[in-house]
């Protein structure tokens, strides 16, 4: 069984529609005792990070998250959360599991939120983002906005992340979501 964690950050309902739509049994929960029976965890978020923070730590799922061994997905505001800070709010605290700092794409190169499809490597996947994370060396694809590189895909240990929405990302996203639930991980 898969777990989407709930922590009032939105697009819930669009991931469940995809894992819907690929067949996976799955369940949305904020309770830290359902996420330990789940074998996979999928982090999706919308959002302020700064709220997202403090939404987590109402609930204690911030200490699971720091502490599950779970391969866990991050998307978009859930791979950021997954960093150390954002730019964000001024400066806000991820959870700590990925080296580095969310930073502002500049306004004043292009276009601001980065919204639509862009390529990440061969494939191509749906963004919708205003920060965007550093190319690092847990960084397993990257992308471009504005002529900014920026990390799309990320992994270290059991904690993967994507800054697109394979939600909403047809035939490319359902893929990846499907590796997701059979391996556990994104590559």
Request: proline content about 4%.
């Amino acid at each position: 069984m898969t777990a989407i964690i709930d922590y009032e950050a939105g697009n819930l309902a669009s991931v469940a529609n995809a894992l819907r739509r690929i067949g996976a049994a799955f369940t949305v929960t904020n309770r830290t005792a359902t996420l330990d029976q789940a074998d996979r965890i999928i982090f999706p978020g919308v959002g302020h990070a700064w709220a997202a923070m403090e939404a987590l730590r109402e609930h204690d799922l911030d200490i699971w998250l720091r502490t599950t061994r779970k391969p866990v997905l991050g998307i978009c505001l859930g791979m950021q959360l997954l960093y150390e800070s954002s730019e964000e709010g001024g400066d806000t605290e991820g959870l700590g599991l990925i080296p580095g700092r969310l930073r502002r794409f500049d306004p004043s190169k292009g276009k601001v939120p980065h919204m639509g499809w862009n390529t990440v490597g061969s494939e191509s996947y749906y963004f919708v983002h205003s920060y965007f994370a550093p190319v690092t060396a847990e960084t397993v694809a990257e992308s471009e906005h504005n002529g900014q590189r920026f990390a799309a895909m990320v992994s270290r240990g059991n904690f993967h992340g994507v800054q697109f929405h394979p939600e909403k990302s047809a035939g490319a996203g359902e893929a990846l979501l499907n590796r997701f639930l059979e391996t556990g991980g994104i590559r």
